[in-house]
Structures are given as C-alpha cells and as structure tokens.
C-alpha cells in the first residue's frame, strides 16, 4: 500500500507540471506575460499561506531571517518564479504547450551540468556526456527548418530554453537554504517577495482593473494553487517518503504529460521532429539519472 502512494504522488506531480502549459496557453489568450507571471507567483504565495495556517506543524514554525538568507531569498524567487514565469509565458506566445513542455524536461540535465561546472573540480563522466549530447540533440530537433515562422519559433525556443536555465539554477540555489528551515516558509517567503509589489504594479499599469473572463481566473487560479503551490508539498512529501532518486522520475512524465494534453485538448501537431524530440530526450534524462546517486 505504501509504494501505490508513492506512486499516486508521483504521476499527481507530474500530471500538475505537465498540465500547467495548457493553462497557461488558456490564459495568454487574454493576459500579457508579465501579467501571468504576477498572477502565477501572488496566487501561489496566497496558497502556501493558506497550507501553513492548515497545517498544525507549520503553522507553529517561525522564519527566522539573516541578512545572507534573505539576499538568497531574493535571488531563488528571481530564477525560480520571477523570471521563468514570465519566459515561459513569452514563449508559449510562439511554440506550442507540448513543445514548450518538451524543453522543460531538460532541467535535470541542465542541472547536472551546472553542479558540475560550479563544484571544485567538478567533472562530467563519459556516460554524463552521452546523455547530456543526446538531450542537446532532442532540443535541437525540435526546432523545424523549414517552418514559414522561424525566427518566432526561434524566440519562443530561446526563451523556453532560458526559463529551463533558471530552473535549474534555482534548484542549486535552494539546496543551499539550512535544512531546519520549512520548505513551505521558505517558498512562501519566496514568493511573497515578488507577489505583494508585483501585484501593486500590475494594478496601477492596469488602472486598479482585474477584468478577466471566467476562463482566464480559472486558469490562473489553477496555476497558482496547484502549479505554484499544492505541488510544492506534494514534491516534499514524496522526497520524504521514497527519496530524492525516485521523486525525480517525475522529471521523465512532465514532457509525456505535456506532449499529450497539448494534441488532445488543442490539436497540436504530432510531427517527426517533436516525436524525435520526445525521444531523445527521455532517453537522454534516463541514461544521466542511471549515473547519479541519491545523497539521501
């Protein structure tokens, strides 16, 4: 019974961030990018406030804040929300949810590498290399040369491809705050850095106006409780049940999930190329995560 519910948390996370793509094309129908990168952080942080108040344990915990951890509050909240909601919004302006959910399955790979490059003497093994080189060939397969709007597809790549980056970034980032800290108080002081001024300035450039249709509320209300929110507890929780080495295999379903909901609810192409995509790059996360260990 106790591996079903390791097994129902990990296809739970993995079916939250591989659907947040058709959200967010749902909601960049009416709102800008920098309008739904505000929405996505205020509507987590909102979220993580109401878990702490939830739950007895946390809500008995305290945040306390040095100078050090709160300049690195700063910088996690910029390359883990800030910045990365706003590419990827700006990218699924030109690429496909499935495509975009496709790139975002380079983030273990990209963080392999970072830890690498950033670690003393830090080496990647021929196997690593293997892997990393076929993930890099996934990402360039997608990109179709023959297609009538490349140089916009080229952008939405870019920019899906750098909030990918940040990702990564901050997922090094974060393995720095002390371990006595919650990860709910951490997250949710994370994004309130950003949440409460974000919001203010939306509101003035927006005329203190917050008309949205119903689909669109929906749609980042959704994005914020679940994708911003409820999976951050969801993804503790499991690390804590079966270990950091299996929670990761969520990282192989995210671009499964994606792909998939992006054909079937907005009649995305399938092509050759996404296919090949797909592919390698799955390939490639298996070949890399054969050759890491789990430090718990």
């Known amino acids: 019974m106790e591996h079903h519910i390791h097994y129902i948390l990990l296809v739970s996370i993995a079916l939250i961030w591989g659907s947040q793509y058709i959200f967010n094309e749902l909601a960049l129908q009416e709102l800008t990018p920098f309008g739904l990168m505000i929405m ?4 987590g942080f909102v979220t993580l406030t109401f878990l702490i108040l939830l739950i007895p344990g946390e809500r008995a915990k305290r945040l306390h804040l040095t100078k050090k951890l709160f300049v690195l509050f700063i910088v996690i909240g910029a ?3 800030a910045i990365p909601f706003f590419l990827i919004a700006y990218g699924q302006l030109h690429v496909a949810s499935s495509i975009t959910a496709i790139i975002m399955g380079l983030i273990p790979m990209m963080t392999i590498l970072l830890e ?3 670690r003393h003497r830090g080496k990647i093994t021929l196997t690593e290399g293997i892997g990393l080189t076929i993930g890099f060939a996934g990402l360039i397969a997608l990109i179709n040369p023959v297609s009538d709007s490349l140089h916009s597809t080229l952008l939405g790549f870019l920019s899906i491809s750098m909030a990918a980056f940040c990702f990564a970034l901050a997922l090094i980032l974060m393995a720095k705050i002390p371990k006595e800290i919650s990860s709910l108080h951490a997250t949710r002081f ?4 950003y949440a409460l001024p ?3 300035v939306w509101l003035f450039l927006n ?3 917050l008309a949205l249709s119903d689909s669109t509320w929906l749609s980042v209300i959704i994005l914020g409780i679940f994708s911003s929110g409820i999976v951050y507890l969801l993804y503790l929780k499991l690390i804590r049940l079966a270990g950091a080495s299996f929670t990761a295999l969520s990282n192989y379903l995210v671009p499964l999930v994606g792909t998939a909901l992006g054909v079937y609810f907005f009649n995305e192409p399938f092509t050759w190329n996404i296919a090949l995509s797909l592919l390698l790059i ?3 996360l298996f070949i890399i995560k054969g050759t890491t260990k789990d430090p718990s």
Do not use: K, P
């Open 40 to 43: 996505r952080i205020f509507f």
């Open 79 to 81: 390359v883990e929300a």
């Open 116 to 118: 690498r490059l950033m």
């Open 190 to 193: 994370i994004l309130m850095i």
């Open 198 to 200: 974000l919001m203010l």
């Open 207 to 209: 005329n203190h106006s």
């Open 282 to 284: 799955v390939s490639a």
